[in-house]
């Protein structure tokens, strides 16, 4: 199973960009398909998920301004990032999970400045 994440970028404050988890395999296979972030210097730190049934979960801190969402015909899951702060500033992680196993696409690095 191979993750490409793609879609990073500089962004101003306030803004929006719209990350891509594209799956080498059926999106729909995964158990959940979930994005994480990691700032300079912390922790990688979980954002949202979306289950295999379609449901969507979020971290407190980007509920309500980013959006978990798929697209089976394209193997893709999306993250729909909207009003942007400079704490969003990190590397960008897409992570699937099918049975036992998880896996990892590479980052994509997202910059919030001016």
């Known amino acids: 199973v191979q993750l490409q994440a793609s879609g990073g970028g500089l962004v101003q404050p306030g803004g929006s960009l719209r990350l891509s988890c594209a799956a080498s395999g059926s999106i729909l296979s995964f158990k959940a398909v979930a994005w994480y972030r990691q700032a300079p210097g912390k922790q990688r730190d979980w954002v949202a998920r979306i289950i295999g049934g379609g449901t969507t979960e979020y971290a407190a801190s980007v509920k309500g301004r980013f959006t978990i969402s798929r697209n089976g015909a394209k193997n893709s899951v999306y993250l729909q990032m909207n009003s942007l702060s400079p704490e969003g500033t990190a590397a960008y992680f897409c992570?699937?999970?099918?049975?036992?196993?998880?896996?990892w696409g590479q980052g994509t690095l997202v910059t919030v400045s001016s």
């Open positions: 992570n699937a999970a099918k049975g036992s196993s998880t896996y």
